[in-house]
């Protein structure tokens, strides 16, 4: 039986609509409109077509887009300057600086340079270490979108026996932070892991990010796993350049219940939980309910 499709752009979709619906109560009820800014520093292509995603579709769910574009030679105390400012800014409440940065920068103390509260990417020290430890934190955006797909999908996670391929602080490990906080029995894996076809067999719950293309067959997947496809691989192939996931999806969705696709699946979630998040810290900072169903 061909497993069911996760469709993670129609979920996506789903989450920014709600996004849109609290914001427009928050101006409604309280006056606020949530304000998200994006940093990018250099030429970077990608970089700039994701930063323009982002305030494009900060700005459709009704929130205050600011961008803020510096040359890929800018000093590094000039960022750190434009960090300071905005994290004195009430009218921002969320902070993202795009990534990479160039190599005279040092990322660790500039991501650690954003005000907690306003880290919507999940990523600094004080957020890394609440989230692991079960308290109140921004959570990255990737994991959160993942989290949410699976609850949608299965409504409680309790019990089940998840394995998470990668073990990176982006995805990885926030992702098994978050399925541990749900109740699951958790594995890292990676690629020092003894027997992992073994320990990816035994998983209810799959989650690849390892960023190789289609390294999990579908002989590793146990008949009826939910499998979540992080990974997003420019390969070519029959002379074309294509996107895969980490896991080889044809052979892999004839045994999986459930299934990610790439492109479509995580991918369009990331942003909208960049959202979400933006809106969470805007209550957050007013000391004002929080939406639900958008937060970890």
């Known amino acids: 039986m061909a497993a069911t499709l996760i469709d993670g752009k129609a979920f996506a979709g789903k989450v920014r609509g709600q996004v849109a619906e609290h914001v427009a109560r928050l101006k409604e009820e309280h006056g606020i409109t949530p304000g998200l800014a994006v940093v990018l520093v250099g030429e970077d292509p990608a ?5 323009r995603s982002k305030g494009k579709q900060t700005v459709e769910v009704g929130m205050n887009s600011y961008e803020h574009k510096l040359e890929a ?3 590094e105390a ?17 902070i993202l600086v795009q990534l990479p940065l160039p ?37 990255p955006c990737t ?20 394995v998470v391929i990668g073990r990176s602080n982006i995805v990885g490990k926030p992702m098994a932070q978050l399925l541990l906080g749900d109740s699951c029995t958790v594995t890292i894996a990676h690629s ?3 027997d992992l076809p073994d320990v990816v067999r035994r998983a209810d719950i799959v989650v690849a990010a390892v960023g190789r293309p289609e390294m999990v067959p579908g002989d590793w997947i146990k008949e009826g796993a939910t499998v ?13 350049n294509v996107l895969v996931g980490d896991v080889d999806f044809a ?5 999986a219940g459930a299934i990610t696709p790439v492109p479509g699946g995580v991918g369009p979630m990331t942003i909208a939980c960049l959202l979400a998040n933006t809106v969470t810290a805007c209550c957050r900072a007013h000391n004002l309910a929080e939406p639900e169903g958008l937060t970890a």
């Open 143 to 162: 994991p959160l979108g993942c989290l949410m797909m699976l609850r949608d999908h299965h409504g409680s996670l309790s019990g089940m026996d998840a």
């Open 103 to 139: 190599k005279h920068m040092n990322e660790e103390l500039v991501i650690n340079s954003i005000a907690p509260e306003k880290d919507v990417d999940g990523f600094h020290i004080s957020n890394v270490g609440l989230l692991g430890t079960g308290q109140k934190s921004m959570v």
């Open 47 to 51: 970089s700039q077509v994701y930063v």
């Open 228 to 240: 979540i496809d992080v990974g997003i691989n420019r390969i070519e192939r029959d002379g074309k």
């Open 78 to 94: 000039d960022l750190l300057a434009l960090i300071d400012q905005l994290n004195n800014d009430p009218a921002v409440n969320g």
């Open 192 to 194: 020092r892991t003894k």
């Open 251 to 255: 052979s892999a969705a004839e045994r």
């Open 73 to 75: 030679d800018t000093p």
